[in-house]
């Protein structure tokens, strides 16, 4: 079951390769996995009375293979849900990717993200 505040909406993302990233409390945070690096995190949404659309930003690209999203709000009724979809346009557009300048910061100290 995806972590989270009992009875609040959960997402999370599940690589091929066994690391999961996850948001935190109620969709308004998010969560890095100190074992992997693996974060989500929300980057804005919109709504209507029908409608909810919300955009993440995912760390780091995906692995080639299944990309599983998992949702579930059980205040809501609604179950935990997951689909799967195949990583291979995240990982083809991010070889596209160009870097516009260089990340010279110093790297962090051993053992922290």
Request: glycine share 14%; proline share 15%; no cysteine.
């Amino acid at each position: 079951m995806l972590p989270g505040p009992p009875g609040a909406p959960r997402f999370g993302v599940g690589f091929a390769d066994g690391r999961k990233a996850v948001l935190g409390a109620a969709l308004g945070g998010s969560a890095i996995d100190r074992a992997t690096g693996a974060a989500l995190h929300p980057m804005g949404s919109s709504h209507s009375q029908r409608r909810w659309e919300g955009r993440f930003w995912l760390w780091p690209l995906p692995p080639p293979g299944p990309l599983t999203l998992a949702f579930a709000w059980p205040d809501e009724g609604v179950d935990e849900a997951t689909v799967e979809i195949d990583a291979a346009p995240l990982v083809a557009a991010g070889a596209r990717a160009r870097e516009l300048w260089p990340d010279d910061r110093p790297p962090p100290p051993s053992g922290e993200r």
